[in-house]
């Protein structure tokens, strides 16, 4: 099988977010400093319904306050977070209410254009409503009229925090606890996604006004000598490139460069918003007659279509003199605009594994 060939795998395991972990824990401990009761195993309600079971790793209580830690399980997903041990210590208040902090490996908001304030942990709102929800009911329970501080923690999370976008955020310290349904789908993505919207948000909230949607670490690289963008211009994107143009033509900014390596730029160019290998492969017959059209030879078609890669068939017509690299810009710059509004401005880079660019396209190139 080609590298760049889709793969497929059997029924994957479902798992669960950073947000029903945090209220599994928090309610674990706090039932600890009310009742006295040791919970090994609970159910919690998630917020599109359903109710887990989630097993309490460890349970102490240090006089004034109590420590729950469980593992995370996101089932077959790579999550950076799977197997991490996220822990909530809670502390009880005269005061009702719940109260939010950032424990040792969950990071603190820096900039603006997030869900939640500058200064705030990074506690995302479901999660935070999850845990309130679960808190106040056993208050009611426990006959308590206090409230509740609750901080979250997560073992090495600086450090898992690193393989994440949160840092591009201005996330600093650490992860998020994160979640909307409580339920982690296996290469779903969503968590990735959000992140795509969160990085236009943070953008536009800053008042950037030219924003670079990026495929990776070679295109980060490209658009930072080409165009001196900063960091929080540059939208690290995947595969994903439906879902970042979908987001932007909400939530657009006037300028717009797509810069993209020369494989997941063919697959965009051919009609696929997700580029991963899991949804598509590179379509070299499709290739061959791109190059076609641009008067490339019999042989050379022939050869495109036995090539092992994208990269390859680039070499091939770049040896011939044949333009693949402006071409497949060009059809991609059509793309984009079935997103975007006409009256942004758009680029779209094509570039080679190396980082040099091997096609162009803007609306002043298009024939």
């Not at 928090?26 to 309600?45: D, E, M, Q, V």
């Not at 006089?63 to 399980?73: N, R």
């Not at 999370?157 to 949160?166: P, Q, S, V």
Request: net charge neutral; proline share 5%.
């Amino acid at each position: 099988m080609r590298p760049e060939t889709p793969e497929y795998r059997g029924p994957l395991r479902t798992g669960l977010t950073t947000g029903a972990c945090a209220t599994a824990a928090s309610l674990a401990a706090a039932r600890l400093l009310l009742t006295g009761k040791r919970t090994t195993a609970l159910t919690i309600r998630l917020p599109r319904g359903g109710e887990p079971e989630m097993t309490i790793a460890d349970l102490m209580c240090t006089g004034d306050s109590a420590i729950a830690g469980i593992i995370k399980d996101a089932g077959d997903d790579p999550d950076a977070t799977h197997g991490a041990r996220l822990w909530v210590e809670i502390r009880l208040l005269q005061r009702p209410g719940v109260e939010f902090a950032a424990g040792a490996g969950v990071g603190t908001v820096t900039r603006k254009g997030l869900s939640l304030a500058v200064g705030e942990p990074a506690i995302n709102p479901v999660p935070r409503q999850m845990i309130t929800e679960h808190l106040q009911q056993l208050a009611e329970e426990a006959d308590f009229t206090g409230g509740f501080r609750v901080t979250v923690g997560v073992d090495n999370g600086e450090k898992i925090a690193l393989r994440t976008m949160n840092g591009r955020l201005g996330i600093i310290g650490g992860l998020s606890v994160l979640g909307t349904t409580g339920i982690v789908r296996p290469f779903s993505c969503a968590a990735y996604i959000a992140s795509i919207h969160q990085s236009v948000d943070v953008a536009r909230a800053n008042g950037l006004t030219h924003l670079a949607g990026c495929t990776g670490g070679t295109s980060e690289l490209f658009v930072s000598r080409q165009y001196g963008l900063s960091e929080m211009a540059i939208v690290e994107m995947g595969d994903f490139f439906g879902a970042l143009l979908k987001y932007l033509r909400r939530n657009s900014v006037p300028r717009f460069t797509l810069v993209s390596g020369f494989g997941k730029l063919s697959k965009f160019a051919a009609g696929h918003p997700d580029t991963h290998s899991r949804k598509c492969a590179i379509d070299l017959p499709w290739l061959a007659r791109q190059a076609a059209a641009l008067g490339a030879t019999e042989a050379l078609q022939a050869m495109i279509s036995r090539s092992n890669t994208s990269i390859e068939t680039l070499g091939y017509c770049q040896q011939a003199g044949i333009p693949l690299g402006d071409r497949l810009a060009q059809l991609a710059l059509a793309r984009v605009y079935a997103y975007l509004p006409a009256d942004i401005e758009v680029a779209v880079c094509a570039i080679d594994r190396g980082g040099e660019l091997v096609g162009y396209a803007d609306r002043a190139t298009q024939p």
